[in-house]
């Protein structure tokens, strides 16, 4: 963020300096919205509802499922390319392994998306059964 400040026409210690007020901003945006939260244990959709009304709350929380679906799905991006690196770091043979499967094989398409939903459903479950 401070390379794109600095190219627009700011100085270097313009640039920090932006970029530490739009952090404590951010930060202090942050913090009112969870006051409430926290204060008087109200969750999300409660507080959305007294913002949009019930029906319009409906809206801003799939907004925030959407973006909790893009979340989860760039953190499973990044997990697998760091469990990769890690196991190539272990296993330098894992690298250079040859892909067995034939290259438009539902297997990779199905793992790809059934092993995240199969762990969610184990994590779940086992949180539900404890509680």
């Known amino acids: 963020m ?8 700011l100085s270097a210690g313009q640039a ?10 951010s930060g202090l945006v942050s913090w009112g919205c969870g006051e409430f939260g926290i204060k008087y244990g109200l969750g ?22 959407f973006s909790n679906f893009v979340y989860s799905g ?9 469990m ?11 690298h250079r392994m040859k892909n067995s499967f034939p290259e438009r094989s539902v297997y990779l398409h199905l ?8 762990l969610d459903i184990i994590t779940w479950r086992s949180l539900m059964l404890n509680s």
Do not use: D, E
């Open 111 to 118: 793992s790809f998306s059934s092993c995240p939903t199969i």
């Open 44 to 65: 999300f959709p409660m507080m959305s509802r007294s913002a949009f009304g019930m029906y319009g709350s409906y809206f801003v929380i799939v907004l925030k499922c």
């Open 16 to 25: 920090i300096a932006a970029n530490i007020i739009g952090a404590l901003v």
């Open 84 to 94: 990769s690196v890690m196991l190539s770091a272990i296993f330098p043979s894992f």
């Open 74 to 82: 760039i953190q499973t991006y990044w997990g697998g390319i760091a």
């Open 2 to 9: 401070g390379s794109t400040a600095i190219t627009t026409g």
